[in-house]
Every structure is written in structure tokens, then in C-alpha cells.
């Protein structure tokens, strides 16, 4: 069974423009979670998408921005790129059924974004 | 609160035991995970824990649970060179899809 597929895994663009990134999750799995990993702040939490509707929000702002798709393959957007938006960018899946329990995690490889 | 809390450095001898702790704030969390993290890649999840067990074992690896203390802690057994990585002990909710991750723990393994 494959895993969670990131692409692109490297990319380099300039402050002020945008990107996407994109998730495949694994077969099966409905919930795709974005974080971003930095040394300074560590793992934090973007946001969650089950059925195509953002279920949960981390505190990030509204440059950041997704979507899911109802073959459950997720993106995400940054706008108006900024330096401190250099990251790891990690995405996760997870087999839910909707009851609200939630289940174990499974990371990609992660896109790293360099803004110069 | 949301908080998940673990040293950030830990070295043991080739062959010995490595013990990696954690602690975590919200008693309502219902899993406890723990993930490996190797340089250049994403997260592997190890192994995890639901809050109304106290012990799991797989292999080499030990997770303890104490909630009273809201103490989690990671036994690998047999420490390898392999196993150098960056553990995070990390904590989700029932209510919330989200997984609240502690700074991640380096382990270094010394000949």
C-alpha cells in the first residue's frame, strides 16, 4: 500500500509570490492534516480536511490556505510569501469515519520550501 | 491547555536501553503517539498508545502511560545506531483532528 505522497519535495521561490503544494493521501484515508516544521517553532498544526470541508484550524494566517478534493487529495496554498515561511511542510492522513474519534497519523516526506 | 513537553537531547551507549519521557497537559487526549523522525524526512509513526492503557509493547520498543502523572515514555531496547533520530511524543483528541506535538527529542548513540 503506498504511503502519503508530497510533491513537489524541494522548492525555491521569492518573497511575494505563491505556491501550492499537493498531498496524496493514503488509499482509503478521507482526513488529510497539513502542519509546517520550523527549528525555532517546531510542528504546528495548519489545518484539517475531511470530505472536502476544512474540519479544524491552527493558528496560522489567512495567507495559508487549502483545499481537498472528493478523490481526498488535499493542496495547499500560501500567498504572498514572506521569509518566515521557509519551511518543512508535512502532510498527514488518517482513516476516519466521521464519528469524531480521531485515528493514528501517517506523514509524508514533506515539501521544503526555501523563500529567498 | 495544549502543551506536550520532552528534553531535547538524550545519548546512550550502543547496545544499552534508551529511555525518552514526555509529558502532556490535557487529560481528555485520546491517543499518545510516538514518531520517529530521520534527517531529510517526514514522520514515522513508531508506535501509539490509547489514554486508558497503561503499557504497550512491539518489538524493541516500550511505551508507558501513567495519567495521573501525564507521563509518557518511550523504551527502545537494544539501542542501535539506526535508531538515531529525533522522537516526538505527540498527543490528538477525540474532538479534533489535530495531533499536538511536543519539540522532539535528539537521540545520539555513542559507540
Known amino acids: 500500500k503506498a504511503g502519503v505522497t508530497q510533491t513537489p519535495r524541494y522548492l525555491i521561490k521569492t518573497r511575494g509570490q505563491q505556491v501550492t503544494l499537493s498531498c496524496s493521501p493514503i488509499s482509503g484515508h478521507r482526513s488529510v492534516s497539513w502542519y509546517q516544521q520550523t527549528p525555532g517553532q517546531g510542528l504546528q498544526f495548519l489545518f484539517e480536511?475531511?470530505?472536502?470541508?476544512q474540519r479544524n484550524k491552527g493558528n496560522f494566517p489567512g495567507r495559508f490556505s487549502g483545499r481537498q478534493f472528493s478523490n481526498s487529495r488535499s493542496e495547499m496554498n500560501v500567498s504572498t510569501l514572506e521569509l518566515g515561511d521557509s519551511a518543512l511542510y508535512l502532510c498527514a492522513s488518517s482513516l476516519d469515519w466521521g464519528t469524531g474519534v480521531s485515528q493514528p497519523q501517517h506523514f509524508g516526506d514533506g515539501t521544503r520550501l526555501s523563500i529567498l | 491547555g495544549e502543551d506536550v513537553e520532552q528534553s531535547l537531547f538524550l545519548s546512550v551507549r550502543e547496545g544499552d536501553s534508551s529511555v525518552i519521557n514526555c509529558t502532556y497537559t490535557?487529560?481528555?487526549?485520546?491517543?499518545l503517539y510516538w514518531y520517529k523522525q530521520e534527517p531529510g524526512a517526514g514522520l514515522q509513526l513508531l508506535t501509539y498508545i490509547f489514554s486508558n492503557m497503561d503499557m504497550k509493547q512491539d518489538q524493541r520498543l516500550t511505551v508507558l502511560l501513567n495519567k495521573k502523572d501525564k507521563h509518557l515514555s518511550l523504551r527502545i531496547a537494544d539501542t542501535q545506531t539506526g535508531d538515531s533520530a529525533i522522537y516526538f511524543c505527540?498527543?490528538?483528541?477525540?474532538?479534533?483532528?489535530?495531533?499536538?506535538f511536543g519539540s522532539g527529542t535528539r537521540l545520539s548513540i555513542r559507540p
Open positions: 505527540a498527543e490528538a483528541y477525540s474532538s479534533a483532528s489535530k495531533i499536538i
Open positions: 490535557d487529560s481528555s487526549s485520546t491517543y
Open positions: 480536511y475531511f470530505s472536502e470541508t
